[in-house]
Protein backbone atom coordinates (compact mmCIF):
# COMPACT_ATOMS: atom_id res chain seq x y z
CA UNK A 1 0.00 0.00 0.00
CA UNK A 2 2.72 2.55 1.06
CA UNK A 3 4.50 1.63 -2.44
CA UNK A 4 1.22 2.52 -4.32
CA UNK A 5 0.78 5.46 -2.36
CA UNK A 6 4.47 6.65 -3.17
CA UNK A 7 3.92 5.71 -6.78
CA UNK A 8 0.87 8.84 -6.62
CA UNK A 9 2.88 11.30 -5.28
CA UNK A 10 5.40 10.92 -7.96
CA UNK A 11 5.85 14.13 -9.63
CA UNK A 12 6.05 12.78 -13.31
CA UNK A 13 2.29 11.57 -12.15
CA UNK A 14 0.55 14.11 -10.32
CA UNK A 15 1.92 17.35 -12.18
CA UNK A 16 -0.16 15.97 -15.41
CA UNK A 17 -3.25 15.07 -12.91
CA UNK A 18 -3.59 17.91 -11.62
CA UNK A 19 -3.22 20.01 -14.62
CA UNK A 20 -5.94 17.62 -16.31
CA UNK A 21 -7.73 18.61 -13.41
CA UNK A 22 -7.06 22.16 -13.15
CA UNK A 23 -7.94 22.52 -17.04
CA UNK A 24 -11.26 20.60 -16.97
CA UNK A 25 -11.75 23.57 -13.77
CA UNK A 26 -11.43 25.90 -16.13
CA UNK A 27 -13.64 24.77 -18.77
CA UNK A 28 -16.29 24.19 -16.38
CA UNK A 29 -16.00 27.73 -15.39
CA UNK A 30 -15.96 29.13 -18.68
CA UNK A 31 -19.23 27.17 -19.48
CA UNK A 32 -20.86 28.93 -16.47
CA UNK A 33 -19.61 32.11 -17.46
CA UNK A 34 -21.25 31.19 -21.04
CA UNK A 35 -24.78 30.61 -19.25
CA UNK A 36 -23.47 26.56 -19.59
CA UNK A 37 -24.61 23.61 -17.01
CA UNK A 38 -20.40 22.22 -16.73
CA UNK A 39 -21.58 19.00 -15.25
CA UNK A 40 -24.64 18.20 -17.84
CA UNK A 41 -21.94 19.07 -20.38
CA UNK A 42 -19.13 16.45 -19.06
CA UNK A 43 -21.50 13.92 -18.70
CA UNK A 44 -23.03 13.86 -22.30
CA UNK A 45 -19.24 14.21 -23.46
CA UNK A 46 -18.63 10.85 -21.55
CA UNK A 47 -21.98 9.96 -22.54
CA UNK A 48 -20.94 10.58 -26.20
CA UNK A 49 -17.56 8.48 -25.50
CA UNK A 50 -18.66 5.30 -23.44
CA UNK A 51 -22.39 5.76 -24.34
CA UNK A 52 -22.49 3.17 -27.29
CA UNK A 53 -20.18 0.32 -28.67
CA UNK A 54 -20.31 2.71 -32.01
CA UNK A 55 -18.90 5.85 -30.38
CA UNK A 56 -16.97 3.75 -28.04
CA UNK A 57 -14.76 2.22 -31.29
CA UNK A 58 -14.94 5.54 -33.14
CA UNK A 59 -12.99 7.14 -30.21
CA UNK A 60 -10.45 4.17 -30.33
CA UNK A 61 -10.33 5.11 -34.05
CA UNK A 62 -9.74 9.23 -33.61
CA UNK A 63 -6.96 8.50 -31.06
CA UNK A 64 -5.08 6.09 -33.08
CA UNK A 65 -3.31 8.76 -35.40
CA UNK A 66 -2.99 11.47 -32.33
CA UNK A 67 -0.69 8.66 -30.45
CA UNK A 68 1.43 8.46 -34.06
CA UNK A 69 1.39 12.17 -34.21
CA UNK A 70 2.12 13.03 -30.61
CA UNK A 71 5.75 10.50 -30.62
CA UNK A 72 6.29 12.35 -33.71
CA UNK A 73 6.77 15.37 -32.03
CA UNK A 74 7.99 14.24 -28.67
CA UNK A 75 10.96 11.92 -30.64
CA UNK A 76 11.88 15.23 -31.61
CA UNK A 77 11.86 17.36 -28.49
CA UNK A 78 13.69 14.47 -26.99
CA UNK A 79 16.20 15.25 -29.45
CA UNK A 80 16.26 19.14 -29.06
CA UNK A 81 14.80 20.07 -32.09
CA UNK A 82 11.18 21.39 -32.69
CA UNK A 83 9.14 19.39 -35.17
CA UNK A 84 5.83 21.34 -36.14
CA UNK A 85 5.82 19.72 -39.04
CA UNK A 86 4.53 16.70 -38.42
CA UNK A 87 1.46 17.52 -40.80
CA UNK A 88 3.10 17.82 -43.68
CA UNK A 89 4.74 14.74 -42.72
CA UNK A 90 0.99 13.23 -41.60
CA UNK A 91 0.24 14.14 -45.04
CA UNK A 92 2.81 12.40 -47.41
CA UNK A 93 2.23 9.40 -45.34
CA UNK A 94 -1.03 9.26 -46.88
CA UNK A 95 -0.18 10.25 -50.10
CA UNK A 96 2.72 7.69 -50.45
CA UNK A 97 0.57 4.75 -48.68
CA UNK A 98 -2.38 5.33 -51.09
CA UNK A 99 -0.56 5.39 -54.21
CA UNK A 100 1.05 1.74 -53.49
CA UNK A 101 -2.50 0.75 -52.15
CA UNK A 102 -4.18 2.09 -55.63
CA UNK A 103 -1.48 1.28 -58.43
CA UNK A 104 0.38 -2.03 -56.84
CA UNK A 105 -0.74 -5.42 -57.29
CA UNK A 106 0.35 -7.71 -54.45
CA UNK A 107 -0.53 -10.13 -52.38
CA UNK A 108 -1.91 -9.42 -48.79
CA UNK A 109 0.68 -10.63 -46.91
CA UNK A 110 3.36 -8.32 -49.09
CA UNK A 111 0.53 -5.47 -49.84
CA UNK A 112 0.02 -4.12 -46.68
CA UNK A 113 3.44 -3.97 -45.18
CA UNK A 114 4.61 -2.50 -48.59
CA UNK A 115 1.50 0.54 -48.64
CA UNK A 116 2.89 0.81 -44.39
CA UNK A 117 6.36 1.02 -45.32
CA UNK A 118 5.90 3.66 -48.16
CA UNK A 119 3.72 5.83 -45.87
CA UNK A 120 6.75 5.65 -42.82
CA UNK A 121 9.60 6.41 -45.30
CA UNK A 122 7.76 9.36 -47.11
CA UNK A 123 7.26 11.15 -43.69
CA UNK A 124 10.44 10.56 -43.08
CA UNK A 125 12.37 12.03 -45.54
CA UNK A 126 9.91 14.76 -45.56
CA UNK A 127 11.13 15.31 -41.71
CA UNK A 128 14.57 14.18 -42.54
CA UNK A 129 14.80 17.58 -45.46
CA UNK A 130 14.20 20.16 -42.33
CA UNK A 131 16.73 17.86 -40.71
CA UNK A 132 18.94 18.27 -43.10
CA UNK A 133 18.58 22.21 -43.73
CA UNK A 134 19.19 22.44 -39.90
CA UNK A 135 22.25 19.93 -39.71
CA UNK A 136 24.25 21.90 -43.35
CA UNK A 137 22.74 24.92 -43.30
CA UNK A 138 21.76 26.00 -39.79
CA UNK A 139 18.20 26.80 -41.04
CA UNK A 140 15.75 26.74 -37.97
CA UNK A 141 13.47 23.37 -37.86
CA UNK A 142 10.84 25.54 -36.96
CA UNK A 143 10.82 27.88 -40.14
CA UNK A 144 11.32 24.61 -42.54
CA UNK A 145 8.84 22.35 -40.59
CA UNK A 146 6.19 24.90 -41.11
CA UNK A 147 7.00 25.62 -44.78
CA UNK A 148 7.07 21.36 -45.08
CA UNK A 149 3.70 21.36 -43.97
CA UNK A 150 2.45 23.83 -46.98
CA UNK A 151 4.49 22.13 -49.38
CA UNK A 152 3.63 18.56 -47.79
CA UNK A 153 -0.62 19.48 -48.66
CA UNK A 154 0.47 21.01 -52.11
CA UNK A 155 2.53 18.39 -53.12
CA UNK A 156 0.36 15.77 -52.15
CA UNK A 157 -2.55 17.42 -53.89
CA UNK A 158 -0.49 17.16 -56.85
CA UNK A 159 0.65 13.45 -56.82
CA UNK A 160 -3.26 12.76 -56.37
CA UNK A 161 -4.43 14.42 -59.72
CA UNK A 162 -1.60 13.65 -61.45
CA UNK A 163 -1.30 9.78 -60.52
CA UNK A 164 -4.85 8.64 -58.55
CA UNK A 165 -7.81 11.12 -59.02
CA UNK A 166 -10.30 10.56 -62.13
CA UNK A 167 -10.89 13.47 -64.30
CA UNK A 168 -13.72 15.47 -62.66
CA UNK A 169 -13.42 13.45 -59.50
CA UNK A 170 -12.27 15.35 -55.79
CA UNK A 171 -11.25 11.71 -54.49
CA UNK A 172 -8.43 8.87 -55.61
CA UNK A 173 -10.31 5.49 -56.60
CA UNK A 174 -10.07 3.02 -53.73
CA UNK A 175 -7.31 1.02 -52.59
CA UNK A 176 -7.14 -2.14 -53.14
CA UNK A 177 -8.66 -4.88 -50.90
CA UNK A 178 -5.12 -6.44 -50.60
CA UNK A 179 -3.94 -2.71 -48.94
CA UNK A 180 -6.16 -2.96 -46.29
CA UNK A 181 -5.95 -2.79 -42.46
CA UNK A 182 -9.68 -2.83 -41.65
CA UNK A 183 -10.30 -5.79 -39.10
CA UNK A 184 -14.16 -6.70 -40.30
CA UNK A 185 -14.70 -8.35 -37.32
CA UNK A 186 -13.91 -6.23 -34.76
CA UNK A 187 -15.73 -3.41 -36.85
CA UNK A 188 -18.80 -5.16 -36.87
CA UNK A 189 -18.55 -6.56 -32.98
CA UNK A 190 -18.29 -2.18 -32.31
CA UNK A 191 -21.83 -1.76 -34.86
CA UNK A 192 -19.46 -1.03 -38.09
CA UNK A 193 -16.90 1.83 -36.23
CA UNK A 194 -13.82 2.09 -37.84
CA UNK A 195 -11.69 -0.23 -35.99
CA UNK A 196 -8.37 -1.27 -37.72
CA UNK A 197 -4.89 -2.51 -37.11
CA UNK A 198 -3.04 0.91 -36.92
CA UNK A 199 -4.38 0.50 -33.02
CA UNK A 200 -2.22 -2.06 -32.30
CA UNK A 201 0.73 -0.42 -34.55
CA UNK A 202 0.24 2.92 -32.69
CA UNK A 203 0.89 0.85 -29.19
CA UNK A 204 4.05 -0.95 -31.16
CA UNK A 205 5.35 2.93 -32.22
CA UNK A 206 5.33 4.02 -28.61
CA UNK A 207 7.55 0.43 -27.45
CA UNK A 208 9.82 1.19 -30.10
CA UNK A 209 10.03 5.28 -29.07
CA UNK A 210 10.89 4.14 -25.64
CA UNK A 211 13.07 1.20 -26.86
CA UNK A 212 15.20 3.66 -29.67
CA UNK A 213 15.77 6.45 -27.47
CA UNK A 214 16.70 4.58 -24.40
CA UNK A 215 17.92 1.09 -24.63
CA UNK A 216 20.01 1.66 -27.17
CA UNK A 217 23.33 3.26 -28.39
CA UNK A 218 21.95 4.99 -31.31
CA UNK A 219 19.65 6.72 -28.72
CA UNK A 220 21.80 7.46 -26.56
CA UNK A 221 23.67 9.63 -28.75
CA UNK A 222 20.67 11.26 -30.18
CA UNK A 223 19.63 12.52 -26.90
CA UNK A 224 23.25 13.37 -26.02
CA UNK A 225 23.15 15.55 -29.15
CA UNK A 226 19.74 17.42 -28.69
CA UNK A 227 20.95 18.05 -24.80
CA UNK A 228 24.22 19.47 -25.78
CA UNK A 229 25.58 19.33 -28.97
CA UNK A 230 29.10 21.06 -28.26
CA UNK A 231 30.26 18.61 -26.07
CA UNK A 232 28.21 15.35 -28.25
CA UNK A 233 30.71 16.65 -30.87
CA UNK A 234 33.79 16.61 -28.46
CA UNK A 235 33.17 13.33 -27.36
CA UNK A 236 33.35 11.91 -31.03
CA UNK A 237 29.54 11.81 -32.24
CA UNK A 238 28.40 13.11 -35.62
CA UNK A 239 26.29 15.76 -34.58
CA UNK A 240 24.81 16.30 -37.99
CA UNK A 241 23.76 12.65 -39.31
CA UNK A 242 22.10 12.45 -35.38
CA UNK A 243 20.12 15.72 -36.36
CA UNK A 244 18.71 14.15 -39.81
CA UNK A 245 18.14 10.37 -38.27
CA UNK A 246 16.25 12.61 -35.49
CA UNK A 247 13.66 14.07 -37.98
CA UNK A 248 13.62 11.05 -39.87
CA UNK A 249 12.57 8.69 -37.07
CA UNK A 250 9.97 11.46 -36.30
CA UNK A 251 8.74 12.12 -39.57
CA UNK A 252 8.84 8.12 -40.08
CA UNK A 253 5.97 7.72 -36.60
CA UNK A 254 4.21 10.65 -38.06
CA UNK A 255 4.17 8.81 -41.68
CA UNK A 256 2.95 5.83 -40.26
CA UNK A 257 -0.37 7.24 -38.86
CA UNK A 258 -1.02 9.12 -41.62
CA UNK A 259 -0.79 5.62 -43.75
CA UNK A 260 -2.60 3.82 -41.23
CA UNK A 261 -5.56 6.70 -41.68
CA UNK A 262 -5.72 6.13 -45.20
CA UNK A 263 -5.52 2.59 -45.52
CA UNK A 264 -7.82 1.53 -42.20
CA UNK A 265 -10.36 4.20 -42.11
CA UNK A 266 -11.18 5.92 -45.70
CA UNK A 267 -9.44 3.56 -47.94
CA UNK A 268 -9.04 6.57 -50.56
CA UNK A 269 -7.69 9.84 -49.91
CA UNK A 270 -8.95 13.09 -51.62
CA UNK A 271 -7.44 16.61 -52.60
CA UNK A 272 -7.26 18.31 -49.54
CA UNK A 273 -7.76 22.22 -48.84
CA UNK A 274 -6.66 22.28 -45.84
CA UNK A 275 -4.59 20.29 -43.11
CA UNK A 276 -5.77 17.41 -41.16
CA UNK A 277 -5.38 18.66 -37.64
CA UNK A 278 -3.35 15.73 -36.44
CA UNK A 279 0.23 16.85 -36.37
CA UNK A 280 -0.88 20.23 -34.73
CA UNK A 281 -3.06 18.05 -32.04
CA UNK A 282 0.12 15.84 -31.67
CA UNK A 283 1.54 19.29 -30.37
CA UNK A 284 -0.56 19.12 -27.57
CA UNK A 285 -0.57 15.22 -26.73
CA UNK A 286 3.18 15.31 -26.69
CA UNK A 287 3.27 18.25 -24.24
CA UNK A 288 0.45 16.71 -22.00
CA UNK A 289 2.00 13.53 -21.91
CA UNK A 290 5.54 14.72 -20.95
CA UNK A 291 7.61 13.95 -24.20
CA UNK A 292 7.49 10.19 -22.64
CA UNK A 293 5.96 6.91 -24.55
CA UNK A 294 3.31 6.17 -22.14
CA UNK A 295 2.62 9.69 -21.09
CA UNK A 296 1.76 10.61 -25.58
CA UNK A 297 -0.69 7.31 -25.15
CA UNK A 298 -2.28 8.90 -22.06
CA UNK A 299 -2.36 12.42 -23.69
CA UNK A 300 -3.56 10.85 -27.00
CA UNK A 301 -6.99 9.11 -24.84
CA UNK A 302 -7.73 12.37 -23.03
CA UNK A 303 -7.50 14.59 -26.09
CA UNK A 304 -9.46 11.86 -28.53
CA UNK A 305 -11.56 11.64 -26.03
CA UNK A 306 -12.45 15.23 -26.31
CA UNK A 307 -12.18 15.45 -29.52
CA UNK A 308 -14.68 12.76 -30.14
CA UNK A 309 -17.03 14.11 -27.02
CA UNK A 310 -17.60 17.31 -28.34
CA UNK A 311 -19.96 16.94 -30.23
CA UNK A 312 -21.95 15.12 -27.29
CA UNK A 313 -21.65 18.23 -25.54
CA UNK A 314 -23.16 20.63 -28.10
CA UNK A 315 -25.95 18.15 -28.84
CA UNK A 316 -26.75 17.08 -24.77
CA UNK A 317 -25.65 20.48 -23.37
CA UNK A 318 -25.68 23.05 -25.92
CA UNK A 319 -21.78 23.93 -25.28
CA UNK A 320 -20.02 25.51 -28.88
CA UNK A 321 -17.41 22.81 -29.52
CA UNK A 322 -15.15 25.66 -29.75
CA UNK A 323 -15.43 25.27 -25.61
CA UNK A 324 -13.84 22.26 -25.88
CA UNK A 325 -10.72 23.60 -27.45
CA UNK A 326 -10.69 26.03 -24.20
CA UNK A 327 -10.49 23.00 -21.79
CA UNK A 328 -7.87 21.49 -24.17
CA UNK A 329 -5.99 24.64 -24.34
CA UNK A 330 -6.26 24.70 -20.24
CA UNK A 331 -5.69 21.48 -19.77
CA UNK A 332 -1.74 22.37 -22.08
CA UNK A 333 -1.80 25.64 -20.25
CA UNK A 334 -1.08 23.79 -16.67
CA UNK A 335 0.86 21.19 -18.24
CA UNK A 336 3.29 23.96 -19.71
CA UNK A 337 3.04 26.06 -16.60
CA UNK A 338 4.18 23.29 -14.52
CA UNK A 339 5.50 25.53 -11.54
CA UNK A 340 1.77 26.57 -10.82
CA UNK A 341 0.73 22.80 -11.06
CA UNK A 342 3.87 22.25 -8.27
CA UNK A 343 2.59 25.23 -6.22
CA UNK A 344 -0.52 24.08 -5.97
CA UNK A 345 -0.15 20.63 -4.89
CA UNK A 346 2.65 21.05 -2.43
CA UNK A 347 0.87 21.27 0.49
CA UNK A 348 -1.70 18.18 -0.04
CA UNK A 349 2.37 16.29 -0.95
CA UNK A 350 3.25 17.51 2.18
CA UNK A 351 0.13 16.45 3.99
CA UNK A 352 0.05 12.95 2.72
CA UNK A 353 3.61 12.21 3.08
CA UNK A 354 3.41 12.40 6.88
CA UNK A 355 0.54 10.17 7.06
CA UNK A 356 2.54 7.22 4.41
Known sequence: ???????????????????????????????????????????????????????????????????????SVAFAFRTGLFNI?????????????????????????????????????????????AGWLKAVRGVHEVITTIMLNWTGLYFSNYILNAFLVPEGAQQSEPIKESASISIVWLSELFDNARMHWGTLLALLAAVVFYIVLWKTKA????????????????????????????????????????????????????IMSAMTGYGFDGIAVALIGGNTASGVVLGAILLGALNHGASGMNFGAGVPVELVRVVIAAVIFFVAAHGIVKLLRRPVVAKQKEVL
Open 1 to 71: MHRLGRMFLKESFLVPLVAILLGLLTGAIAMLAGGFDPLLAYQSLLKKVFGSLYNFGETIRQITPLIFTGL
Open 85 to 129: GVEGQFIMGMAASVLVGVTVDLPVYLHVPLSLFAGALAGGLWGAI
Open 219 to 270: GFELRSVGFNPHASEYAGMNVKRNIINAMLIGGAFAGLGGACEVLGVFHYHT
